[in-house]
């Protein structure tokens, strides 16, 4: 059965691998993004909405909600949003507290935090009345409180940690209005994409997966989502990792 599954960052590597997974099982795709639609994508189930961005590479909260209005209108059953900075060429993870700036902690808010924010915002009116609605945001398991045992990689885990609680606080107004929904976030493993490149040499054998084999396991882990999952921060098997 075709189902309607919306991928907001579509253009990253995790995204691109999510698009290409749901169309190969021949479902309708909602892609959103700031990077235009690969020309070998391009097919009548896909509908790319590529979003304007400002001088400064940034998307203005009223595009967000543009291209959501026009995504929602085939009514999703499964939204995945990928969203997620660690490094660029001028700000690598912090080793150390004083490696910290203030550029690099607002620029990983920005992305990490603000930019689910914004599209989970755009959304929740429409998740309140979509029966069954399920929706995985990305984060990552260095953003558990628990789990910190090594320190370091101060901005990005400190922006994992509060879209973690973003996706707590959120899930649990949601099931104020809509006990059927669902809505987790998900650590997807380490994936071979240009956020993990430069730490690669550091996985261990067998642990860093493509995008392609990424996708499929978190496409699984959406199909067997229940609501009494929602608000809880899943690993790439579908168990629940500590806050």
Request: proline letters at 5%; charged letters at 15%; hydrophobic letters at 45%.
């Amino acid at each position: 059965m075709s189902e309607q599954v919306l991928i907001i960052g579509a253009g990253s590597g995790i995204g691109l691998g999510l698009v290409q997974h749901y169309l190969a099982l021949g479902h309708q795709v909602q892609a959103i993004s700031r990077s235009s639609c690969p020309a070998a994508l391009a097919q009548p189930a896909l509908n790319w909405l590529q979003l304007a961005t400002t001088a400064a590479g940034d998307v203005a909260e009223s595009m967000v909600n543009q291209a959501v209005a026009e995504a929602i209108t085939l009514q999703p059953s499964i939204i995945f949003i990928c969203q997620g900075w660690l490094h660029d060429n001028q700000h690598g993870p912090e080793k150390t507290l004083r490696q910290l700036t203030a550029d690099q902690m607002q620029k990983s808010f920005a992305i990490n935090v603000w930019q689910p924010a914004m599209y989970l915002k755009a959304l929740f009116g429409y998740l309140t009345k979509q029966p069954d609605v399920k929706i995985l945001v990305l984060s990552a398991k260095v953003g558990s409180i628990t789990d910190n045992e090594l320190g370091g990689w101060y901005s990005y885990r400190a922006g994992k940690a509060a879209v973690n609680m973003l996706v707590k606080t959120t899930g649990i107004e949601l099931g104020r209005y809509n006990k059927t929904a669902t809505l987790v976030s998900l650590h997807p493993g380490t994936t071979d994409t240009a956020l993990s490149a430069p730490f690669q040499a550091n996985v261990p054998a067998g642990q860093l997966q493509s995008a392609a084999a990424t996708a499929d396991r978190l496409a699984e882990v959406a199909a067997k989502l229940t609501p009494q999952l929602s608000g809880k921060l899943l690993n790439w098997d579908g168990t629940i990792l500590p806050f």
